[in-house]
């Protein structure tokens, strides 16, 4: 199941992905890791899909990338005594803690936290947007407010608040219970949604603890200024464009876009690009050329992985969405253009040895035209410093560490391969050889390029490189 691309594919599983045959289709299709949203489904729901995920690992002998989203802070009112009420532009409209339903005149908004941030002249947002309010007063526990852009509010709709930092925990206590379950289950990438401060991240690392990777999911424009302490906090990055466009103008969002990917790929961190990259194809069985030329875009600037949502969670034609995604990236790939772009925004190497080492292996493999670049890593860390070079060649990534090996399912350009503990140098390089044949990726008469930390199981140690060509 070697893929033909470098960049990778993430699949959301929901009502229209939940059989073992559609995640099958799915995987086959191209999809390298697969989303569970915590937001959506109770534990059991996601434990079978994690058994199905394991089971097609196990069929096809290739590791497989599961990505368990965290709810986050999110805020909602309450509800309606009718259900649903109509705001026209005017209104006075009042937000306060009373669990009495609402009406045309007032809603619950059972958050403290919010009264206590807002100001007068601050703008709510509610319903991904779709209806504006302005603050005119506050106190402990209400926000008078005017209505700038009316129309239908329904319950339990989604709340966001822009230019606000909220004295928000980074986790709930729903979200706690989803990390200790996830976390119980095998996850290898743990999501973190509605990130504001670096803190938020570090605090969620201590209870992880190192036994999965941490995505921080940036969803709020208060996060883009703590952007760098944020990706250093953080394993991966995930650029959640849904949630930015709703509290930043639609405008910045391809910008900020671009910074997030750039500054990832400086400090080595993969970075995702995800909401509405195919969504048409939720009800169509083809994208639109614009939502085509954004995941190129993607691509362009360099992501690592590109997400799709609804469209495998509940569309109508999930595999062909991946099936697409899939066929772009590969078009974008082989674009004479792309290397161009990949080579004018190659990062340059940290000064350090094994950045340095790495580097070399990446100058060296286009300078003998390697068939690839084979690293050797127990934290993985090794093989990230290959990727980060983006090299013209694949990069296969030998560990025996299967939780590390499925981490790389996520990374650009790297064929990850559990293989057993190695004892001698020599035997390191020979093994490395015989698995870049086995695995399609060189034939007899070409060479690959070895890097490695010696002695083997240091994590971070890459101090060896090793040209070595194919014998049999």
Not at 46 to 75: F, M, S, W
Not at 144 to 173: Q, Y
Not at 237 to 242: D, I, S
Not at 357 to 374: D, F, N, P, W
Request: net charge positive; charged share 25%; hydrophobic share 40%.
């Amino acid at each position: 199941m070697r893929r033909r691309r470098n960049a990778k594919i993430v699949a959301t599983l929901g009502p229209a992905s939940q059989t073992q045959r559609q995640i099958e289709t799915l995987y086959r299709r191209g999809a390298d890791v697969f989303r569970l949203n915590f937001s959506h489904g109770s534990h059991e729901d996601i434990k079978a899909l994690i058994d199905i995920i394991r089971g097609v690992e196990q069929k096809y002998r290739r590791p497989i990338a599961i990505l368990t989203d965290l709810q986050g802070p999110k805020i909602r009112i309450g509800t309606f005594a009718e259900g649903k009420v109509t705001l026209k532009k005017g209104d006075k409209f009042r937000l306060d803690m009373s669990k009495a339903p609402g009406d045309v005149h007032r809603v619950t908004l059972p958050h403290k936290e919010v009264f206590a941030a807002i100001r007068p002249k601050n703008e709510i947002l509610i319903d991904d947007g779709r209806l504006r309010l302005r603050i005119e007063a506050r106190g402990r526990d209400f926000a008078e407010t005017r209505v700038m852009t009316g129309g239908t509010l329904s319950d339990h709709k989604g709340v966001n608040l822009p230019n606000t930092v909220l004295g928000l925990k980074a986790l709930t206590r729903k979200d706690r219970r989803d990390l200790k379950f996830a976390l119980a289950n095998g996850a290898d990438w743990v999501g973190l949604s509605f990130i504001q401060r670096a803190h938020d991240v570090a605090e969620v690392r201590g209870l992880v603890k190192g036994r999965a990777g941490i995505m921080s999911k940036l969803e709020k424009p208060s996060a883009i200024g703590e952007l760098d302490a944020i990706i250093a906090q953080s394993d991966a990055v995930m650029v959640a464009r849904g949630d930015l466009g709703v509290e930043m103008p639609p405008e910045d969002v391809p910008t900020v876009q671009k910074q997030v990917v750039r500054h990832c790929r400086e400090a080595g961190k993969p970075v995702v690009v995800a909401t509405q990259m195919l969504e048409s194809m939720i009800h169509s069985p083809a994208p639109t050329r614009a939502e085509a030329s954004d995941v190129a875009t993607a691509i362009y600037d360099g992501a690592d992985a590109v997400m799709l949502s609804a469209e495998t969670a509940v569309g109508q034609h999930g595999p062909a969405a991946v099936t697409m995604m899939d066929r772009i990236i590969r078009r974008v790939e082989r674009d004479p253009h792309f290397h161009a772009i990949t080579d004018a925004a190659r990062v340059a190497a940290l000064g350090n040895d094994a950045d340095a080492i790495t580097a070399a292996a990446r100058s060296v493999a286009e300078t003998i035209s390697a068939a690839a670049i084979v690293t050797f890593t127990t934290s993985g860390s090794t093989t990230l410093r290959a990727s980060r070079q983006r090299p013209d060649v694949p990069v296969v990534c030998l560990t025996g560490c299967r939780d590390t090996a499925r981490r790389m399912a996520v990374v650009w350009g790297v064929h990850a391969v559990i293989t057993g503990d190695v004892r001698s140098f020599n035997e390191m390089v020979t093994r490395a050889a015989r698995v870049a044949a086995r695995e399609g990726f060189a034939r007899k008469g070409q060479k690959v390029v070895v890097t490695a930390g010696v002695p083997f199981g240091t994590p971070g140690a890459t101090n060896v490189l090793r040209i070595h060509p194919i014998q049999d």
